[in-house]
């Protein structure tokens, strides 16, 4: 998904139909994309989300998330995590726009420029726990920092 000419989302889906193809077959995919020597890195530097599905299971995380970190996007009214529930939500032009305004920040240290992500894994409980994070409090959920050029 683009935002401005920006690859902001990247989803990667693999055949239902195909025993071998599974959530974890599409994690390595990303990581074969995002590899210097067999991918494209640089197109992963703007990148704010990974998405992976093999039909029946939809798992989202950032370019730092390992394998146990891609979690669920669950629709806010409920129901199982789809890649029809993310596209209708976290992809929703709405959500995703407040998802960057809100829960993405960068911050500059001795190392280099710093991403983080605060996760929402269901959208209600996202924007309590950003507020957390704004104001200084624990959020419920991991926040996943990433490195921009790692």
Not at 3 to 30: R, S
Not at 50 to 66: C, E, H, N, P, Y
Not at 83 to 111: K, M, N, Q, S
């Amino acid at each position: 998904m683009f935002l401005n000419g920006l690859p902001i989302a990247v989803i990667e889906l693999k055949d239902p139909t195909d025993i071998e193809a599974d959530l974890g077959v599409a994690i390595d995919q990303m990581d074969r994309y995002m590899s210097a020597d067999r991918g494209a890195p640089d197109f992963f530097v703007p990148n704010l989300v990974l998405a992976v599905s093999d039909g029946l299971l939809t798992r989202v995380g950032s370019i730092t998330s390992g394998r146990s970190r891609f979690m669920p996007w669950r629709p806010s009214e409920g129901g199982k995590p789809s890649p029809a529930a993310l596209i209708r939500g976290l992809f929703a032009p709405a959500l995703l726009l407040e998802f960057l305004r809100t829960c993405v920040t960068f911050e500059e240290d001795a190392r280099g420029a710093e991403r983080t992500c605060a996760w929402q894994h269901r959208d209600e409980y996202g924007r309590t726990d950003i507020r957390g994070v704004v104001e200084g409090g624990a959020a419920r959920h991991r926040i996943e920092p990433a490195r921009v050029g790692a």
